[in-house]
């Protein structure tokens, strides 16, 4: 029989609680939340104010030491950033051995568990110097590494960084150049690109990011940890999102199908959800998406994409916002909402999105494994369950068994 009383914790209490909707796995300073009213703070900075005045290697350094930088430390930041672009050699062999019709995802998973077989003066965590170096080595190398993920799937030769451009701008050019033909990057697109990594960069205990603290707390090395967030953040239901989004836009196809999907989502009999709609965090507009649907505007502009999915997104948007159904259960638009589109404009294939999301949000999951690795409090993540299985029975031989 089940005996609760030995489920109690050294605290006295045991808690049950799926999907951790109220428990706090541990204390940070780096992003805030107030889902209610729709706010998220970097450090204490408004992410409005670091979307429209910063850089994204500005935001980095303000996740990784707690503080925006002074010039001379930004300059001397983005330097060591720039020196870890280059990936080693061995590493773009790695790529032959995945199938071309590879997600990039699975690549990514792969190739960047392999880095610590590659980096091996930077994986004792215990060494505060390694820890930065790794730190700065997943920011720098993550453009690389999804750049070559891309080129390897569509068949064309690797394009390697160069330096001179800054993080988001080389991305582009790493993702879109081809070897024979000059290619400029467009500084609307670039500042664009840059903005989306911006909005991205953390979001405090989401489930890659705790996947990233949990693997992290058995010891395990950050490149490790970070291939552990790769592989949660591919699910639908958390970075996978912004492709579904798309996807589901291109099936309404029309403003005049939009109804019949919004009866759907309401319907308890029905699976079908809207993507890009609801969070479990925001229950009010998520200020990630205002900025995001004003990227998106300036990205269909200047590309001069006619996108008639923009036009369902926003109708989607004005009716969902008025209807009871999503008003009750606070569903408001989320940051994949327009993201997918934005980043279709831009020339970027769906099967993209997800790697683009991870390669942004490697700052925030490795800041939050250096801030419990620095932790004196930190201690194996090792949840308990609450067991509902067979109680004791006796082993029957197999020749009895019916
Ligand atoms: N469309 C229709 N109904 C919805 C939606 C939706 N997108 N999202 C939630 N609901 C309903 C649920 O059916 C549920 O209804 P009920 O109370 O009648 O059972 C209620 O709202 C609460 O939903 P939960 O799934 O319990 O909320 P939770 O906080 O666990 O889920 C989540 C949040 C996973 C994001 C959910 O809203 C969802 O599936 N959205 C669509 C996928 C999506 O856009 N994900 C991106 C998240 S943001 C990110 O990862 C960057």
Redesign the pocket.
């Known amino acids: 029989v089940l005996d609760i009383s030995k489920l109690y914790s050294k605290a006295g209490i045991f808690t049950y609680d799926p ?1 951790f ?1 109220s428990t706090a796995s541990c204390e940070s300073k780096i992003t805030y939340i107030d889902g209610d009213e729709g706010v998220l703070l970097y450090r204490g900075y408004p992410i409005e104010q670091l979307a429209e005045h910063g850089d994204f290697l500005e935001t980095c350094y303000l996740l990784l030491y707690g503080e925006l930088p002074t010039a001379a430390e930004k300059k001397d930041f983005d330097l060591r950033v720039t020196r870890h672009t280059m990936v080693h050699e061995q590493m773009a062999r790695f790529y032959q051995g995945f199938r071309r019709d590879a997600h990039p995802m699975a690549v990514m998973v792969g190739c960047v568990g392999a880095l610590s077989a590659f980096y091996h003066d930077s994986i004792d965590i215990s060494d505060p110097h390694q820890r930065m170096v790794a730190s700065i080595r997943m920011i720098a190398k993550m453009p690389t590494i999804a750049a070559m993920a891309y080129k390897y799937t569509i068949g064309q030769p690797f394009i390697y960084p160069k330096n001179e451009l800054d993080y988001s701008a080389n991305f582009l050019r790493m993702c879109f150049a081809v070897p024979a033909e000059e290619y400029k990057v467009n500084p609307v697109l670039a500042r664009a690109m840059d903005r989306i990594f911006i909005l991205h960069a953390d ?1 405090e205990q ?1 489930a890659s990011t705790s996947t990233v603290r949990l693997a992290g707390s058995s010891g395990a090395n950050p490149f490790a940890c970070i291939a552990a967030g790769i592989a949660c953040l591919w699910g ?4 996978g ?1 912004n492709e ?2 798309l996807k589901m836009l291109s099936e309404i196809g029309k403003p005049e199908r939009i109804p019949e999907f919004v009866r759907r ?2 319907d ?1 009999n029905d699976s079908f ?8 965090v925001y229950k009010n507009y998520d200020p990630r998406a205002k900025i995001m649907q004003t990227t998106c505007h300036k990205v269909l502009a200047e590309t001069g994409v006619n996108d008639d999915l923009l036009e369902v997104a926003m109708e989607l948007e004005r009716v969902a916002l008025h209807d009871e159904y999503f008003i009750e ?1 606070k ?1 408001y638009p ?3 909402f327009y993201s997918g589109i934005t980043l279709k404009a831009m020339g970027f294939p769906t099967s993209m999105f997800t790697v683009l999301f991870a390669l942004a949000r490697t700052v925030g999951w490795i800041a939050q494994w250096k801030e419990m690795i620095e932790d004196p409090s930190q201690k194996i993540g090792r949840p308990r369950q609450l067991y509902t299985g067979a109680t004791r029975r006796e082993y029957t031989d197999i020749a009895r068994r019916v």
């Open positions: 999907g909707t979001h989401n639908p239901a958390h970075g999102a579904a989004a989502a309401k308890p959800r809207l993507m890009g709609f609801g969070h479990r259960k569903l989320n940051i994949d």
